[in-house]
C-alpha cells in the first residue's frame, strides 16, 4: 500500500502542534508552597472591599447521581458577609454571616440555621489575611497551585464541621473565578463566577434575606 505523503504532512503537522501545546500547558501547571499561594491570594485580595457576580452553581448531592445545575448572583463585603441568591426553579437565599448560615428556599420565610465551628468563620480567616503570611493558619491544611497565571488555593478545617474543604480558583489581582465547596455529608457545590464587580459600596443593607 503507498502512503500519500501530501496527505500525511497536515496530520503530522496537527499532530506535532496539538503536542507542543500540551506540552506546553503541563509545563506551566505547577505545585507551590501553601505560603505562597496564601500570600499570593492575601496580596490580590488586599485591595477589595466588597464585589458582586454572576454565578453559576453545579451543586451536586450525595444522594443524587445528576447534577443541578442552577443560576444566581452572590455578593461579599470583608471581613464576615456572604450573600448568594439562586433564581428559579431552584429558588433559594443564603446569608453567611461569619459563621452563621441562613437559607430560606422557596416560598419559605422562616430561615434554617446552621451555626459553624468557631475555626471556620469567614472573620477569623481574613483577619488572619490582614498582615503578609508568614506562617500557616492554625486548624487548616492548605496545598495550592498555579496554571497559567491561574491560582488554585484549596483549604481543609482540620476540626469535625460542616464543611470539608474549600477551593477557591483567583487570578493574581484577586479576582475569584471559581469557588469549590465540598461538606462531610458528601455534597459538592461548584460555584463559577461571571460580571465581578469589585468595590461597589456594598452595605449592611445588601446583606438581608427579605
Known amino acids: 500500500m503507498r502512503i500519500n505523503q501530501a496527505r500525511l504532512l497536515p496530520t503530522v503537522f496537527i499532530l506535532l502542534l496539538v503536542m507542543l501545546l500540551l506540552d506546553s500547558t503541563i509545563c506551566t501547571a505547577r505545585t507551590i508552597s501553601p505560603l505562597e499561594g496564601l500570600e499570593a491570594f492575601r496580596r490580590g485580595f488586599s485591595g477589595i472591599t466588597d464585589f458582586t457576580a454572576d ?6 448531592l450525595s444522594l443524587m447521581k445528576r447534577a443541578m445545575v442552577m ?3 452572590l455578593r461579599f463585603k470583608k471581613p464576615d458577609l456572604f450573600f448568594m ?8 437565599r443564603m446569608l453567611l454571616r461569619d459563621t452563621v448560615i441562613e437559607q430560606v428556599a422557596g416560598r419559605d420565610k422562616s430561615p434554617t440555621r446552621i451555626a459553624l465551628p468557631p475555626e471556620q468563620g ?12 508568614t506562617s500557616l493558619p492554625d486548624g487548616a491544611q492548605v496545598r495550592a497551585d498555579l496554571t497559567n497565571s491561574v491560582y488554585t488555593l484549596t483549604i481543609s478545617p482540620t476540626g469535625k464541621g460542616q464543611i470539608t474543604d474549600i477551593s477557591i480558583v483567583f487570578l493574581e489581582n484577586g479576582t475569584i473565578r471559581k469557588l469549590v465547596i465540598n461538606e462531610s455529608n458528601g455534597d459538592r457545590a461548584t460555584m463559577t463566577l461571571k460580571n465581578v464587580r469589585r468595590n461597589v459600596g456594598l452595605t449592611e443593607k ?5
Open 55 to 60: 454565578l453559576t452553581q453545579e451543586k451536586r
Open 71 to 73: 443560576n444566581g448572583s
Open 122 to 133: 469567614l472573620k477569623q480567616w481574613f483577619s488572619k489575611l490582614a498582615a503578609p503570611v
Open 85 to 92: 441568591e439562586i433564581n428559579p426553579p431552584f429558588s433559594s
Open 206 to 210: 445588601d446583606f438581608r434575606l427579605e
